[in-house]
């Protein structure tokens, strides 16, 4: 970024106190913003931190009147900044030149939209289709008979196996895996007999799948994540899951097979939710959690097994007393026998 | 799928009840089944939905006779469907060609079996060796002086580090790492200074592992997976961990250093194993269970630490009825001393 | 290893007792060494195996002077063992040929240090630098205007992102990814808006990072490994978390945004981290802990939610005891009725 405060207030549709000539090299916190970076202040807490920032200017709301450095004041601080963002992604990630690269083994029966990109090393196998401006980055591969949507990103190295479906305008981050097998064995004996996973994987529009996470094809049918939900690293999606739209599932969370979430669920980071269970519409796990059961749709859950989050907070904090409850149990004990002994001429034994 | 009901039951032995020439077009749950599909009932639970499935026919046991499809009777439902999924998957899935692509890189010194097929950028180095029908899909990788069995089953972007040893028959998951060092340090003072693991891994035949799973190698000796053990995605194995036969062990589970399962061991997912213990033949620790100390030959362990399945299912129940066991020793508290009270003749203060 | 029990002693600085000529081909531990290996007392739990190990040559410490074996003595058994393994290493893994391997796509652009190592399949985008003595193993790659110090390693099949810092003497083992985008999105009415993931990540010196890790990006500023921390398999790092010095993670952790850990903290195998909370220099979070607080400094924490590590312990000592307090607490309330109807005459109805 090489802007000035003035320009960034045109580019926000904010108002300039002080020097709007001011330069500016970058976007970082209050704390840790250098010579020439702009700050901001989304969130009141952080005021304390304006009279020691090293910040060459300050973007905050329109309550924002008093600072040593030029103020941008905006409506909507938050939109703001992703405004900001998006402009310095855009000078920091160019728009990658169309084309095959030449190490690139992209399949002659495969359907090219316009506007692909195949960086070095990308496999793609027959029967395969790539909607318009998909960019495939070095070492993707995408198996056979798969459907990667317009504007979709394969960063490097992501797999996508066979037959799966990949929407529109999709991220699948880095060391992603879409559509390996599920999880299946039918015991005879003593051995486990693989049972083939011939279903499929369909990933709706604009959903992301984080860095090194995977996504299991179905037994039959298909494993699905519907459209705007977002997956982080690390996470594990069995067969025949069926996620809704605009969930969030944070990193390292693990969802066992033939599990439904509804739409606008959230689940939390390290969660994990057992197989066969249904979680309702905007229905949402605590990080760390383990779902045994069905969660009704709206309702927070926290714990292992996971209850309603209230409920679980006050178990919780009840453990918390239950060394003390325990010494408090003994005494009225030794209480409850000593005024029987009162009552009855002679103290019984009660050890 | 292209066939009909009668060769479905020819196929598995069933008797057909109507029509044997409904053509069927693919397998899939009651619920999800469309026009052309066949369906099954494996589980009475399910039998409610017969009547408003969409599917073209019904796979069944020697009991169901009733439906306004036909139906394909059998003596084992689940082992029918088995057969059916194999059939499907052979023709979704052709026997690729043998062969070496010409961008892979096979060093010269390679023992490589009959039939043996290396996809696009696959590299295999000094000294190992390649059984018959070996499959090495997209971008694997395999390292010095290593050596994978016959008929086993390298997926893309597979890992396998130098000297490791695959059984027969194993398949390996995209993007699962085996043989990588274990994790040793050393402190020398502030430093940590690494430990050389110089150790290996051995997997032994039909062993799966799951996509982006990682299996360390040894400090020295051998990180080992019994025969027919089978290992879900997104699991951690640590530096010499010795597992048994037909074990499993559910996706997102991590297994510390050192420690043994014995044969027949069910660990759940995301379930935690520490270093340096046991796990007998036959035990199961439940998902999302932290076990920290060996765990009996049969037993069935839950809960963080982890204790018999039992006792922590009355562990967790009672915690339950905390919060409304503090209130009633709360209570007993204070009818206490009302009655201490009372037979002292001044209450006592208790608070 | 083929050498014999006096060589190993000058390696080590160790005194001989018995026979010095005898032949050693490995290294192993006292139950697992087969004839020929060497093997070790490091710790006393193990002597009783040492009447019946198969091992050739025991190593020890100068108080062990009884074995039918030949005995290396040496002052500190680790540091032996140590040295003795960093030997196999060498022998194990011979140095690599420097050069670009032919497939290597190396951006006529890149800084190049001297002896720097690309194998097959490598890629190295535009502007990105490899200091002396950098090896990238087959499949590697490195975006743009990243940084490799010098003496790092990258094996096979890792992703370094663009614009990265990695140290110098960094060993990441494979597949993991380093600079995938952090996990943030706006909500705008229910859709999730991508929020632009502009920073970056620095790993220090004498950085490794464990198979399939991740370690995200920042949303701006950086995301932080501080020297000599070492990271285990498969653990997430989110967005601008930043990890001081020597610090453990251990397989399967996951550190939420903006968590910032002290230098030499410990987190254990599969512990979980929330966000924006920090860790105090030298604390210790136990495995499978979910840490929901700021973490005093040398504090030991336990649970989730974590608290300190001995009032954990009595909280889940405690909870083995309350099946039995609930009844406990059920006898006193019949004893207090029962002393309440002597006291008033008439027993109360206390259910």
Request: charged fraction near 20%; charge should be negative; proline fraction near 4%.
């Amino acid at each position: 970024m090489n802007t000035t405060v003035g320009e960034i207030a045109a580019l926000v549709g904010g108002t300039v106190l002080g020097d709007a000539s001011v330069r500016l090299t970058g976007l970082n916190g209050i704390r840790e913003a250098t010579a020439g970076e702009l700050t901001f202040l989304a969130d009141s807490r952080y005021l304390r931190h304006l009279e020691t920032t090293q910040a060459a200017a300050v973007l905050g709301s329109r309550e924002l009147r008093d600072a040593s450095i030029p103020i941008i004041q905006v409506d909507e601080p938050r939109q703001a900044i992703l405004k900001i963002l998006q402009r310095i992604q855009k000078e920091l990630e160019p728009a990658l030149e169309p084309g095959i690269h030449p190490t690139a083994l992209v399949h002659s029966s495969v359907h090219l939209g316009k506007g692909v990109v195949a960086g070095p090393h990308v496999v793609v196998e027959e029967g395969s289709t790539l909607g318009d401006g998909v960019e495939l980055h070095a070492g993707a591969y995408v198996g056979r008979d798969s459907r990667i949507g317009p504007g979709s990103v394969l960063h490097a190295n992501v797999t996508v196996c066979s037959r799966v479906t990949v929407g529109a305008r999709c991220v699948l981050n880095h060391g992603a895996v879409i559509g390996s097998d599920g999880f299946g064995f039918a015991r005879h004996g003593d051995a486990q007999v693989k049972i083939p996973q011939v279903g499929t994987v369909i990933l709706g529009d604009n959903v992301e799948v984080g860095a090194n996470s995977a996504i299991d094809r179905a037994t039959f049918g298909a494993t699905v994540v519907g459209d705007g939900s977002k997956i982080d690293n690390l996470v594990q999606i069995g067969h025949n899951v069926r996620i809704g739209k605009n969930c969030i599932v944070c990193g390292s969370a693990a969802i066992a097979g033939s599990t439904v979430l509804g739409d606008n669920v959230t689940i939390g980071g390290q969660a994990g939710l057992t197989g066969h269970i249904e979680i309702g519409d905007g229905a949402s796990v605590a990080a760390g959690s383990g779902v045994t059961k069905s969660v009704p749709p709206g309702c927070t859950v926290f714990g292992y097994p996971a209850v309603e989050h209230e409920r679980g907070r006050r178990m919780h904090g009840s453990l918390r007393q239950l060394p003390d409850a325990l010494r408090r149990i003994k005494a009225l004990e030794a209480r409850c026998a000593e005024l029987e002994g009162q009552l009855h001429g002679t103290p019984e034994n009660d050890s």
